[in-house]
């Protein structure tokens, strides 16, 4: 996908992202090279469950497919925990620095749904 496509989608992206939540104003705040690196991830996943589909409807072969379940699955694995290191580095570590725990125990809650 080429920069100008990217930039394109980043910018759309931020005007249909509510920047805060508006019942408890959380929001992150992320670089402009952030946000282009996630999305890019994105366009990426977005393009393998798109090529899983059409492996689908040609009648691919099951292995096939499944590599490539098992390629998006790793994809979408590595993107949490590019966002998880982010969320535990800035949003954790600045309530911790307060004296806070609220996000330690969102950070433990969070961790338990994604482990299940």
Do not use: W
């Not at 992202?17 to 408890?24: F, L, R």
């Not at 393009?47 to 979408?76: F, H, K, P, W």
């Amino acid at each position: 996908m080429n920069e100008e496509k990217i930039e394109t989608e980043v910018k759309q992206a931020e005007q249909e992202t509510v920047k805060e939540c508006p019942c408890c104003d959380r929001s992150t705040q992320r670089s402009d090279e952030e946000v282009k690196d996630l999305i890019r991830r994105l366009n990426r996943i977005e393009g393998q469950v798109r090529g899983i589909r059409r492996m689908v409807e040609n009648d691919a072969y099951c292995v096939d497919i499944l590599t490539q379940v098992q390629a998006t699955s790793c994809a979408l694995n590595s993107f949490t925990k590019q966002v998880l290191s982010r969320h535990i580095k800035t949003c954790v570590a600045d309530d911790i620095r307060e004296g806070g725990e609220e996000k330690v125990d969102e950070l433990v809650n969070l961790l338990q749904r994604l482990m299940k």
